[in-house]
Each structure stands twice: as structure tokens, then as C-alpha cells.
């Protein structure tokens, strides 16, 4: 069984043991235990928001630095729609593009692009009879992730096509190479700019049974500081975006759902919020209309990304007057085209990795099921924290499995019972 490699980290030389993180975490991943914060990987989905909320900036992301940058021969730069957002007063994308070849990329290559090519075979595959409906967008790792740990009867509603981003990695080095027919492809490195340590895991690990075409991670906030550097007003002739607003549209949320041109969608962002919708969605509390679900972990769409510069209201506004003057899409399918290719098509989804059961034998889980209700109703039902455990319900849960071993580890509890002795007393 493959390890998943997690891009979400803890410097324990930093971490005070506060509970921040422990409150924020949606999947209930991280204890407190010797004074310092444990990340369980099992239900780690390197959603960031432990790295944004911690206040001793203990959580790191791992992700690559531009070392070693020249050794490469032919090295593209695959470019996401919320770079664009990160810059002041920014009136021509071509600026961002010329700036990155400044720097010393070879070629670079629009997320935004792709996903024009994205949302056009997605109003296909929403065509197609048969499918599960409604359709959630296999755009954002954290949630597909999310489903995969959580929500197993949901599996079947993932869009089984690549994300934009692995679409224009498997373009880029298709185009390298008809422009440089004597680059071989160990020759190409492909560089990818995240907004969030999601994508650096899905990266890592793949999708299902797919490998990244992408080779090297690096962080938006990283590329940033050295593109202030070189960017001018005055981009070269040979550089031009080839997007629209389709695509840069994809860098917020609900900007996939538009793009498919159909009203019967939902859109939502917030890892907490996309939590409720497929509650909702797996319990079949939803509109029996409802076609396609766009959900972001990060508040704003990937803008919101921990690895981002800029406040995610912010980049959204000017992505909004970035828009504006652009065409609507440069990217369509060919006419009367009526299959999805599959260079963009998923073979095998992910499997289910329930992180819920208590144990692979029923009779046992549902034993310590029933300890965990008792125990439950001896604790004091405040979700405080101070145990290092999430929930009082986490702590009984802790406390069946024997990853802790008294009771009185819980303040408020041994608090109660000593006065409970005096009063007896």
C-alpha cells in the first residue's frame, strides 16, 4: 500500500501546543499531546488551514525552492489564473508572462487555457446519459480528498477528468517538443506555481492510478517576490495570453459553474462550508435539479490558497477588471465534436480510505461505539480543547482507541470530580 505524501508539515521547535490549529482543522487531523501539535495523516487532506491559523507559524507547507534552476535544459512554467490576481494595478497578463520568462523559464504555459478546454468538455460529459448526478468538480485535490476519506457514496458523482493544471502540463511538453524537435523528455522540466499545499500533494501523489506530468512545485508566494524584480509595463511581442475570461474566471469560486453554461449548479468555498454541502449531498437533502457542484477548500476559490500572497476579496476584485477587456474564451473544441479525448479523462478514481470506522471487525466497532457514547456522557459536552483533543467526543474516541489513557486528562472532568469527593466528603 502506497504512503500518502503529505505537503502540510510541523516544526515542533515552534509549536507551543496553543490549540489553535486543533480547533481549525476540519477533519479533526491534529491532536495536542507533550505540549506540541500531531498531524494523524490518515485524515490530513493539507487543506492549509492549520498554516494560515497558526500563530507561531509552526505548519510549514513543503514544497520546492528555484534551486539547481539552470541545471534543467528546457524548463516551463505552468502558470495558474490566480497569479494574475496577486498584483497591484496588473492591466495586461502578458506582464506576468514576459516576467516569468525574465526569470529564465523556456516556455510558459496558462492553467487558464486548459481550463477553457475543461469547461467545454465538461458540458459534454454532463450530456452523457447515465452519469451520477449531480457532478462535483475533481478541480480541487482537498476535496476530492475530502470524499475519498469521508464520503463514499459520493465517489461516484466525481467528474473523472483531469484538473486544468495536469492538462497543461501534458500540453506544454506536447508543444516543447514540436517547437524543439531535439528535446527528449527528460530534458523538459515542468514547473508548477501553487496557490495552496493541496495541489503540492496531488502532485506528489497522483491521482487514483495517474502520475503528475509535472515535475517541481514552487510556491506562489516564493515566485511572487522574484517576479516584483523583473516585471516591466513592456512586455515582449512574442509573449501573449492565450486565455480568456473563462479561464482566468477559474482562480474564484463559481467560476467553473459559469463556465459550463448551465443554471442547475451549486457553488460553495470554505473547506467548512464544503463539508455541509456534501453532507447534504450525501444525505440527498438537495434540489433534484441540481446538475454540477463546484467546491473550493480554500474562501474564495484557489485566490484564497495558503500559499497565496494577496487577501482572496482583493485578488478576486481585480481579477473582475482583468476580465473585463478580455474575449470571452480563445479555447474551443472542434466543431460537431461530441467525445471527451482521453488525455483528459481519469481511468481509476481513488479509492475509499474510510477514516471513521473504529476497527476492520464490526462486533468490535460497534463495542467500542458504545464506550465512546458512555464515555461521552461523562465529559462535560464543552468541545474546549484544553485535553488536546478536538471535541469531547474526539477524547472518547481517543481514550476507546488507547491513544490516551485516563479520563482525568480532561480539566474540566478531574475538576468535577474533586469536588464531587469534597462534597462527599
Same mark, same amino acid.
Given at each position: 500500500m502506497n504512503v500518502y505524501e503529505h505537503s502540510v508539515t510541523l516544526d515542533k521547535s515552534k509549536c507551543t501546543g496553543c490549540t489553535t490549529c486543533l480547533r481549525h482543522c476540519p477533519t479533526e487531523a491534529i491532536r495536542v499531546r507533550d505540549g506540541h501539535a500531531q498531524i494523524n495523516p490518515e485524515r490530513c487532506i493539507d487543506c492549509g488551514e492549520c498554516v494560515r491559523v497558526c500563530p507561531h507559524k509552526a505548519k510549514k507547507v513543503r514544497y520546492s525552492k528555484l534551486e539547481n534552476f539552470h541545471d534543467k535544459r528546457?524548463?516551463?512554467?505552468?502558470?495558474?489564473?490566480?497569479?494574475?490576481?496577486?498584483?497591484? &494595478?496588473l492591466e495586461d497578463v502578458d506582464i506576468v508572462l514576459q516576467g516569468l520568462k525574465d526569470l529564465g523559464f523556456d516556455e510558459v504555459y496558462e492553467v487558464a487555457k486548459s481550463a477553457e478546454l475543461v469547461s467545454a468538455y465538461t458540458r459534454l460529459y454532463l450530456k452523457t446519459e447515465g452519469i451520477k448526478k449531480p457532478v462535483i468538480s475533481s478541480a480541487c485535490p482537498a476535496i476530492v480528498r475530502l470524499i475519498t476519506l469521508r464520503f463514499p457514496y459520493l465517489k461516484d458523482n466525481i467528474l473523472p477528468m483531469l484538473p486544468p493544471m495536469e492538462v497543461a502540463a501534458h500540453d506544454a511538453r506536447i508543444r516543447a517538443k514540436e517547437k524543439n524537435p531535439d528535446?527528449?523528455?527528460?530534458?523538459?522540466?515542468?514547473?508548477?506555481?501553487?496557490?495552496?499545499?493541496?495541489?503540492?500533494?496531488?502532485?506528489?501523489?497522483?491521482?487514483?492510478?495517474?502520475?503528475?506530468?509535472?515535475?517541481?512545485?514552487?510556491?506562489?508566494?516564493?515566485?511572487?517576490?522574484s517576479l516584483i524584480g523583473v516585471m516591466n509595463d513592456m512586455p515582449s511581442s512574442d509573449t501573449s495570453s492565450e486565455a480568456g475570461m473563462i479561464g482566468i474566471g477559474w482562480a474564484t469560486s463559481g467560476g467553473e459553474s459559469s463556465a459550463?453554461? @448551465?443554471d442547475n449548479y451549486l457553488a460553495a468555498d470554505g473547506i467548512r462550508n464544503a463539508i455541509k454541502i456534501?453532507?447534504?449531498?450525501?444525505?440527498?437533502?438537495?434540489? =433534484?435539479?441540481?446538475?454540477?457542484?463546484?467546491?473550493?477548500?480554500?474562501?474564495?476559490?484557489?485566490?484564497?490558497?495558503?500559499?497565496?500572497?494577496? @487577501?482572496?476579496?482583493?485578488? /478576486?476584485?481585480?481579477?473582475?477588471?482583468?476580465?473585463?477587456?478580455? =474575449?470571452?474564451?480563445?479555447?474551443k473544441i472542434p466543431d460537431g465534436q461530441t467525445f471527451i479525448p482521453e488525455d483528459y479523462l481519469i481511468e481509476q478514481m481513488p479509492d475509499y480510505v474510510p477514516?471513521? &470506522?473504529?476497527?476492520?471487525?464490526?462486533?468490535?466497532?460497534?463495542?467500542?461505539?458504545?464506550?465512546? /457514547?458512555?464515555?461521552?456522557?461523562?465529559?462535560?459536552?464543552?468541545?474546549?480543547?484544553?485535553?488536546?483533543?478536538?471535541?469531547? &467526543?474526539?477524547?472518547?474516541?481517543?481514550?476507546v482507541k488507547g491513544t490516551i489513557s485516563d479520563k482525568a486528562e480532561c480539566v474540566l472532568y478531574k475538576h468535577i470530580r474533586e469536588k464531587e469527593e469534597e462534597n462527599d466528603g
Open positions: 528546457f524548463k516551463i512554467a505552468i502558470v495558474p489564473p490566480s497569479m494574475f490576481g496577486q498584483f497591484e &494595478r528535446l527528449k523528455d527528460e530534458d523538459i522540466c515542468v514547473y508548477f506555481i501553487s496557490p495552496c499545499p493541496a495541489k503540492v500533494s496531488y502532485i506528489k501523489n497522483g491521482f487514483g492510478n495517474y502520475k503528475s506530468e509535472i515535475d517541481v512545485v514552487l510556491s506562489m508566494s516564493d515566485i511572487y517576490f459550463i453554461f @448551465n456534501l453532507d447534504q449531498l450525501e444525505n440527498g437533502n438537495i434540489p =433534484p435539479q441540481l446538475e454540477f457542484v463546484e467546491l473550493n477548500a480554500c474562501i474564495g476559490g484557489c485566490v484564497g490558497g495558503a500559499l497565496t500572497i494577496e @487577501n482572496p476579496f482583493i485578488a /478576486k476584485t481585480r481579477l473582475i477588471s482583468l476580465k473585463r477587456y478580455m =474575449p470571452v474564451s480563445l479555447n477514516i471513521s &470506522r473504529l476497527s476492520d471487525n464490526f462486533a468490535k466497532s460497534m463495542k467500542m461505539l458504545a464506550q465512546i /457514547k458512555q464515555i461521552r456522557e461523562e465529559l462535560p459536552g464543552i468541545d474546549c480543547g484544553a485535553c488536546g483533543s478536538p471535541t469531547c &467526543r474526539a477524547f472518547a474516541e481517543d481514550l
